[in-house]
């Protein structure tokens, strides 16, 4: 299972981005789907996350100004990005929860990361 995210760049503060995530591979089937992020000296945090019957969760910190979206047909995942700021730089990790084809459990399989800079 490959993933692979674009979108990231470079934005003025206020302004929005669109990051995509394409999953490819041997899928039978796709649990949830989610953004994470990590900055310079810091954890990974969770942004949001999309379950395969659409329900949706989001971090404190982006409630309201990001919203996360899935199309199941193009193994997509998407996250809108409005009102960015500083605080918003980072480097963005898309994530998945699959079962592939043959296999009985599910896993988990993160993908390369895209750099969203927000300067000010």
């Known amino acids: 299972v490959q993933l692979q995210a674009s979108g990231g760049g470079l934005v003025q503060a206020g302004g929005s981005l669109r990051l995509s995530c394409a999953a490819s591979g041997s899928i039978f089937s796709i649990n949830t789907m989610g953004w994470y992020r990590q900055a310079p000296g810091k954890q990974r945090e969770l942004v949001a996350t999309?379950?395969?019957?659409?329900?949706?969760n989001y971090a404190d910190s982006v409630k309201g100004r990001f919203t996360i979206s899935r199309d199941n047909a193009k193994r997509m995942v998407y996250l809108q990005m409005n009102s960015l700021n500083a605080e918003d730089t980072a480097v963005y990790y898309c994530h998945i929860n699959v079962r592939e084809i043959g296999a009985i459990l599910n896993y988990d399989h993160w993908g390369q990361g895209t750099q969203v800079t927000v300067s000010s």
């Open positions: 999309i379950t395969s019957g659409g329900r949706s």
